[in-house]
């Protein structure tokens, strides 16, 4: 069964330092994975999409990475600001055909002062 | 360039009613996929439209059901509401399908809820 699992399911962490948030899947066979940021009563917004041959992408101050070996990826987040804080979503593509994406629960970051 | 428009914003309705929401894709999208989102759940697809066409559908009974216009446009319709309805519905546009390498966008969502 195709699976994304995220977590911690909820981090919070001082403005200023850094975090990194894990996903792990059973999707097959792969063809991208994709980070999403989601703001409260809002959808979700793209922060980067990767293939298996892509190790690392970044977007000002996240970074993605993929071991598509491990069937792993990490979001890192820089310098956090308050702004940051959100739910951050894994979302994996099965195959380049008709499949529908395969999400993650999330995990919700909250930024503090 | 306008983003994906869905309306209404928010909605209150009781058990057993109906209702259609809407989804406008972003101009030369042709591919309309339908979320519905609660806390406890995340992200639950619904059914995927590209070009008039349902492509996929995901595990929700047939209460649920959606179609798309020849411009893209795309409703769903939920009958006879239950309490466990209440969610955020998502729709995302996509130029190809959902699935690919391809940019998915999402729209704000309308917020459901029925009482």
């Known amino acids: 069964k195709n699976q994304v699992e995220q977590s911690p399911q909820s981090l919070i962490i001082l403005e200023g330092k850094n975090c990194t948030l894990q996903?792990?899947?059973?999707?097959?066979?792969?063809?991208?994975l994709r980070w999403y940021k989601q703001d409260t009563g809002r959808g979700p917004v793209s922060l980067t999409i990767?293939?298996?041959?892509?190790n690392t992408k970044s977007n000002g101050r996240y970074t993605a990475t993929l071991d598509a070996d491990t069937k792993q990826s990490s979001l890192h987040i820089t310098a956090s600001q308050l702004s940051d804080s959100a739910s951050y979503i894994c979302v994996v593509s099965a195959d380049s055909g008709n499949t529908p994406l395969v999400f993650g629960k999330g995990t919700r970051l909250s930024v503090i002062a | 360039k306008a983003g994906v428009t869905q309306t209404p914003r928010y909605l209150i309705k009781t058990r057993g009613q109906q209702v259609t929401l809407s989804c406008s894709p972003i101009?030369?999208?042709?591919?309309v996929s339908w979320y519905q989102q609660t806390p406890g759940q995340g992200l639950q697809f619904l059914f995927e439209?590209?070009?008039?066409?349902?492509?996929n559908k995901g595990n929700f009974p047939g209460r649920f059901s959606g179609r798309q216009f020849s411009n893209s446009r795309s409703e769903m319709n939920v009958s006879t509401l239950e309490l466990g309805d209440s969610a955020l519905y998502l729709c995302?546009?996509?130029?190809?399908?959902?699935?690919?390498?391809?940019?998915?966008?999402f729209g704000q969502g309308t917020r459901l809820t029925v009482v």
């Open positions: 101009s030369g999208h042709r591919s």
């Open positions: 996903c792990n899947y059973t999707v097959s066979p792969f063809s991208n």
């Open positions: 439209y590209f070009s008039e066409t349902q492509r």
């Open positions: 990767m293939t298996f041959s892509e």
């Open positions: 995302a546009s996509s130029l190809a399908s959902a699935g690919g390498y391809t940019e998915a966008f």
